[in-house]
């Protein structure tokens, strides 16, 4: 009786830590302490001593749910076992919305937003270890207890449950890895993508199944894809991993803060480089027309204006079309280029100024003008090819 107290009061006290994302102001997370993975490991260890003196132990609270089984498998001959949850992470969780299931058709029949499942070849080969086995399962609602260097560095999220899965025996948890059968996780839907995201699939990358590696950034924890495969979306849309080990399992998505741009500054932006392109062409039209206002001078600035004119028109019309991936290289590289003609230009123009202020009585060297459009237009050539052949420089993972 006191267990079950035990395992209510910590359960409880969980939730209410969890709510804190829910608050006008959620606390900062740690990403160096490991103070929510020793959480973590708290609530299935106190699940796994409840199991010691009952076979059936479900706790739900609004932002995290645990559900313990024991079975013999002397006794029981089961097809599998698994945890779902009916309600989407939008939603509280409450008992009628967290199911167990022995066999994978009841799953297809109650269809869970996310689920986890453990085969039948699973239990065949824990059996042989212990027949008397207890399994946890715990649901977080939000991710607050996994601080994660990758997901805040990478804008990177969780927008499903985390699902726990943990197999003990006399009060200590078996260590599963590499198994022959997969743990099958599915998770809710997945959500319509940004308008601003949607023209191209490289902005918007594919989900990345993982689990929390309690021994990653120094012991604090964070995300790890090791043996966790992303097996795509199955036909009512429902995102799939498998996984050859047990632990706390969750599904990484792409959040694109970083990539949808305020309409406003899209627009000035837009406009802006419209009307500086239309001007400086009109610059280069008048000059071209114009034999006699072809001087030296005007002529470096002709130069100046076409570097402007390809770097403007290449950001307008190619910055939003950079799939597939050799494309966003394309554009980055004559970005790159462009950029650097332009400021290679304006070093010809001050250097021009200077000898017509400064050594006016010096003569004119012959071929400047040959001599400086070979360094302006060459030498920014020779830095992006020595950039494009080290070619992780013009990646964007994300």
Not at 256 to 267: E, V
Request: charged letters at 20%; a neutral charge; glycine letters at 4%.
């Amino acid at each position: 009786m006191k267990t079950a107290v035990v395992t209510q009061s910590v359960v409880e006290t969980v939730s209410n830590i969890l709510r804190a994302v829910d608050s006008k102001v959620p606390p900062k997370r740690q990403t160096t302490s490991n103070s929510t993975s020793r959480i973590i490991l708290a609530v299935e260890r106190q699940v796994a001593q409840s199991l010691q003196h009952t076979d059936q132990v479900k706790v739900v609270e609004p932002n995290i749910a645990v559900q313990g089984v024991r079975f013999n498998s002397s006794t029981y001959s089961l097809t599998g076992i698994g945890f779902g949850i009916l309600t989407a992470t939008t939603t509280d969780f409450t008992n009628s919305s967290i199911r167990t299931y022995y066999e994978q058709s009841s799953i297809t029949r109650d269809g869970p937003t996310s689920y986890i499942f453990l085969s039948k070849d699973i239990l065949k080969k824990l059996s042989r270890k212990d027949s008397n086995l207890g399994f946890v399962f715990v649901a977080y609602r939000n991710d607050f207890l996994f601080p994660s260097k990758k997901t805040s560095e990478l804008d990177l999220g969780v927008e499903d449950a985390i699902l726990t899965a943990n197999v003990e025996s006399d009060a200590e948890t078996i260590d599963l890895n590499d198994l022959a059968d997969p743990v099958v996780i599915e998770n809710e839907k997945e959500p319509e993508r940004p308008v601003a995201l949607s023209r191209d699939s490289c902005h918007f990358p594919e989900p990345s199944c993982v689990y929390w590696d309690f021994d990653l950034n120094g012991g604090a924890g964070d995300w790890s894809s090791t043996g966790c495969t992303y097996l795509g979306a199955n036909k009512d849309g429902r995102r799939v991993c498998n996984c050859n080990h047990l632990t706390n399992f969750a599904v990484l998505v792409y959040h694109g803060k970083n990539t949808i741009r305020s309409t406003a500054l899209d627009i000035v932006s837009r406009v802006g480089c419209g009307l500086s392109v239309a001007a400086l062409t009109i610059t280069v039209i008048i000059f071209a027309l114009f034999r006699r206002l072809r001087t030296r001078a005007r002529n470096l600035l002709i130069q100046l204006c076409v570097s402007l004119i390809a770097l403007y028109l290449i950001f307008v019309v190619a910055i939003d079309h950079t799939c597939p991936r050799h494309a966003c290289t394309a554009v980055a590289v004559l970005l790159h280029y462009f950029l650097l003609t332009t400021m290679a230009w304006m070093a010809v123009e001050a250097r021009y100024l200077y000898i017509k202020l400064v050594r006016w009585h010096d003569p004119e060297s012959e071929g400047f003008i040959i001599k400086s459009a070979a360094a302006a237009w060459g030498i920014p050539a020779v830095i992006t090819a020595i950039s494009l052949a080290g070619f992780k420089f013009y990646q964007n993972e994300y």
